[in-house]
């Protein structure tokens, strides 16, 4: 199916690395340092949706990298009822920052499809998440090596899914579209960003949603040994 591919660019949080997982790890520390009482996971159960619906719209660029690391945090402390300035949440969004990438948990497979993967294709990564918050969850989680390349929004001046992200991608990568495959957990930055730019996708779909049937996709990453 994918016979001609030379490059594999992958997308980072949700996709390689667990990025629910290391932020439980993180809240927690930071709860506990400022003496809230409410449960991590009480916590979590809100931010998660709250923050994926804050990343939409920052991808297409319809709130600001700071409009998002506030309102995904305030909109969570008012669902709560706990009473926070706007201070503290500016705090506690720099305090979670820095403790983010100390945490290195990836999703279940990882490693494994990464060895597999590395002596057949040139591996990237293309990420929306911020150069040197990204940079760091390579490194501490000990999967940088794999990488030929990694663009990040920053870089590239857009987000995924605009098209000039994987334009810029594939320019340092020195691939071209018919040789690459974008692989990621977003329908819309990851798989129809790569689509519509002419490249072809997998979906990481973990969470196994419906989705479009000619869509091709995997629920663990160890599946792609299969297809690549």
């Given at each position: 199916m994918?016979?001609n591919?030379k490059h ?6 949700h ?10 790890v993180a809240?927690d ?6 003496g809230f009482?409410?449960s991590?996971d009480?916590f ?6 709250r ?7 920052y ?16 909109d ?5 009822n ?9 705090q506690?969004s720099?305090?979670?920052i ?6 290195n948990?990836?999703?279940d ?5 990464l060895?597999?993967?590395q002596?057949?294709?040139?591996l990237?990564?293309i990420t929306n ?5 990204q940079?760091?969850k ?12 990694v663009t990040n929004?920053?870089?590239?001046g857009?987000?995924?899914p605009?098209p000039n992200?994987?334009?810029f991608?594939?320019?340092?990568a020195?691939?071209?579209?018919r040789?690459s ?20 996708a ?6 196994n ?7 091709i996709?995997?629920n ?9």
């Amino acid at each position: 199916m994918f016979r001609n591919k030379k490059h594999l660019f992958f997308d980072l949080d949700h996709t390689l690395w667990d990025f629910d997982r290391n932020s439980a790890v993180a809240f927690d520390v930071i709860f506990k340092q400022h003496g809230f009482d409410f449960s991590t996971d009480e916590f979590l159960k809100h931010y998660i949706p709250r923050n994926q619906y804050y990343w939409k719209l920052y991808q297409v660029n319809q709130i600001s990298h700071e409009d998002l690391r506030y309102y995904r945090l305030k909109d969570v402390f008012d669902i709560l009822n706990v009473e926070v300035s706007r201070t503290l949440v500016n705090q506690l969004s720099e305090d979670y920052i820095t403790h983010l990438p100390n945490s290195n948990h990836l999703f279940d497979g990882a490693i494994e499809l990464l060895e597999y993967l590395q002596p057949k294709y040139e591996l990237h990564i293309i990420t929306n998440g911020f150069h040197f918050v990204q940079d760091k969850k390579l490194k501490n989680s000990n999967i940088e090596h794999y990488f030929k390349s990694v663009t990040n929004s920053e870089m590239a001046g857009v987000k995924k899914p605009h098209p000039n992200i994987f334009d810029f991608a594939l320019s340092l990568a020195k691939a071209t579209k018919r040789e690459s495959l974008m692989i990621g957990d977003s329908l819309e930055a990851d798989v129809e960003g790569a689509l519509d730019f002419g490249m072809d996708a997998i979906f990481f779909n973990a969470e196994n949603i419906q989705v479009n049937k000619d869509l091709i996709q995997v629920n663990h990453l160890l599946e792609l040994k299969k297809i690549l």
